[in-house]
């Protein structure tokens, strides 16, 4: 399939659709450079978000394809075509690649738009340029990475050097699928390894779509390969593959689980996992900017229509300012420009599928049962679109020990708890099994202090919410997994420390 020649952003909901049309969409896996079908020539139906129609039907991969890709990798991988290419020579072509994603930005937003629901306006204005961003940020590192020197005797000379640990299986999620396989392929690529990307079954598209960019920007062929499929045949397969080196992984609990059990039962690849939370944002009464901290905990938990791993789905609320604070969140929520996410107007479009759809219903279902006290939203919305819409929701009313305080919804449900004073908050903030972000809203100086160091999370945000860049590591403690992701820590997951000592005569 050519790669569809590139497009300026259209901005009308007839000019997104227009260009829609004009795409060629992916739909085969990538293999060794060539695009090609499932070798049993099966395929699963791909489905919008927006309007529940077919797009079309993605190459089933099953463990014969990935055995395939991964005998592809490793040949790539031993013959140095690319591992041991000069690293500013790997530095050119990821610049390229990154330029080529640039030139074909609006495509790639429209697909990541069709595929999942988001907003065209997020697709562009976060997801390409964000991927971008990473694909030039690990480009730049690639030329900055030394080895050391040991201090050892005269008659010694010992040094450490990172090697590429060799096929990197990277499996990744729907909900930014483009932006989370960059977060894995470009440091991956960068340290020099080979890879076999496993995209969601929601949103193969992006994936495929850059995997050949990168083939144009000279990345060798089998270097990057792509194996499109269900996470229960082309995943698994994957995971238990004896000559993978590393899966890095985001997604479920449930299936992180399974990727360790794999990996024992397997090659003992390591496994890093990225998993998801219930993260809280606490409000203190002495904060002077409650409209911002409003503001943040409604685009906290409602953008991406929830499904965002560091979603803020937990609001605990100083009691003393609850009913105002509470009234500025409802406020914020109202505002948010509900809609087609082709619209280039939306702010907020469909959830990915009927069944993610259901699930936050379920929830919101199970809240209120609970004694949850529905303030806003709750329903399914804008049905006759055929589309899985779900309004921007809050409960108040929940406690603590409730499912909703407890379960990640991946969706857009912010469940509101109050308390009385400092140990309170952070002691209710921390009683989740997950550790993935949390924040804290206060205009006193010591009190952001022991926030910082109270909140059990891997990313703690004062007086902001999701102030992520890719300079800083991404990742969680506790049940929300280990291993970073972003800045240059994420380089040295992909890579191995070699200690060589040579001896010669003083
Ligand atoms: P998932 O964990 O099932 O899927 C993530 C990836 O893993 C996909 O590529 C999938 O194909 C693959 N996969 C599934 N089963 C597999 C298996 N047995 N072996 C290997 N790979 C497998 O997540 P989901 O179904 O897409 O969503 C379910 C829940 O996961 C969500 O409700 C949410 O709680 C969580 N989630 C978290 C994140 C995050 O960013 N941390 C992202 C997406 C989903």
């Known amino acids: 399939m050519p790669i569809s020649p590139p497009q300026l952003p259209a901005d009308t909901l007839d000019g997104v659709l227009a260009s829609i049309a004009r795409l060629d969409l992916p739909k085969r896996a990538l293999i060794d450079g060539k ?7 099966r395929t699963f139906d791909n489905f919008s978000s927006r309007d529940g129609t077919r797009i079309n039907a993605i190459a089933a991969c099953d463990m014969t394809d990935v055995d395939q890709a991964v005998k592809t990798a490793r040949a790539a991988f031993d013959d140095g075509r690319w591992s041991r290419l000069a690293p500013r020579a790997r530095k050119k072509v990821l610049h390229k690649l990154a330029d080529l994603m640039q030139a074909h930005a609006e495509n790639l937003a429209l697909l990541e738009s069709l595929d999942t629901g988001k907003p065209i306006r997020d697709a562009r204005g976060f997801d390409v340029p964000a991927s971008i961003n990473t694909v030039r940020y690990y480009a730049e590192a690639i030329d900055k990475i030394y080895g050391e020197v040991a201090p050892t005797p005269h008659d010694r000379l010992s040094y450490v050097v990172h090697e590429p640990l060799g096929v ?8 930014f699928p483009l932006h989370m396989a960059m977060w894995k392929v470009a440091p991956a690529l960068a340290m020099g390894n080979s890879i076999v990307l496993k995209p969601a079954e929601l949103s193969s598209m992006t994936a495929l779509y850059t995997a050949m960019l990168a083939l144009e920007a000279g990345v060798p062929a089998g270097v990057w390969n792509v194996v499109t499929g269900l996470g229960t ?3 698994d397969a994957l995971a238990k593959h004896m000559d993978v080196d590393m899966i890095a992984f985001t997604g479920s609990g449930v299936v992180g689980r399974q990727l360790m059990r794999a990996s024992a039962d397997s090659n003992l690849k390591r496994v890093s996992l990225e998993l998801g939370g219930k993260s809280p944002q606490v409000v203190f009464a002495d904060s002077d900017n409650l409209d911002g901290a409003a503001s943040a905990a409604a685009w906290g938990v409602f953008y991406n229509q929830g499904q965002v791993c560091t979603a803020s789905s937990r609001l605990l609320v100083e009691e003393s300012i609850k009913d105002e604070f509470v009234a500025k969140v409802t406020a914020a929520a109202k505002a948010i420009t509900v809609g087609d996410p082709f619209d280039p107007a939306t702010q907020f479009g469909a959830m990915v599928s009927q069944r993610q759809m259901n699930t936050a219903l379920d929830y919101i279902e199970k809240g209120q049962a609970e004694g949850g006290r529905l303030l806003m ?3 399914r919305i804008r049905d006759e679109s055929g589309g899985f819409y779900v309004e921007p929701s809050v409960l108040d009313n929940i406690t603590p020990a409730n499912t ?16 009385r004073d400092e140990a309170e908050a952070f002691r209710i903030a921390n009683s989740t099994v997950y550790g993935l972000a949390a924040g804290a809203w206060t205009s006193n100086v010591s009190r952001a202090m022991r926030a910082a160091n109270a909140l059990k999370a891997g990313l703690v945000w004062i007086n902001g919410w999701d102030a992520c860049d890719i300079t800083s590591p991404f990742g969680g403690i506790k049940q929300s997994g280990f291993g970073r992701d972003r800045s240059l820590h994420a380089l040295y997951k992909y890579a191995d420390l070699k200690a060589i000592s040579i001896s010669f005569e003083p």
């Open 404 to 419: 909703l305080a407890q379960e990640e919804v991946f969706g857009p449900v912010l469940s509101v708890m109050t308390f």
């Open 168 to 175: 990197i299986g990277a499996i990744v999620p729907w909900n």
């Open 377 to 379: 939203g709750g329903a």
């Open 35 to 41: 695009e090609v079908a499932a070798h049993t020539g």
């Open 233 to 235: 045949e082309a995943g």
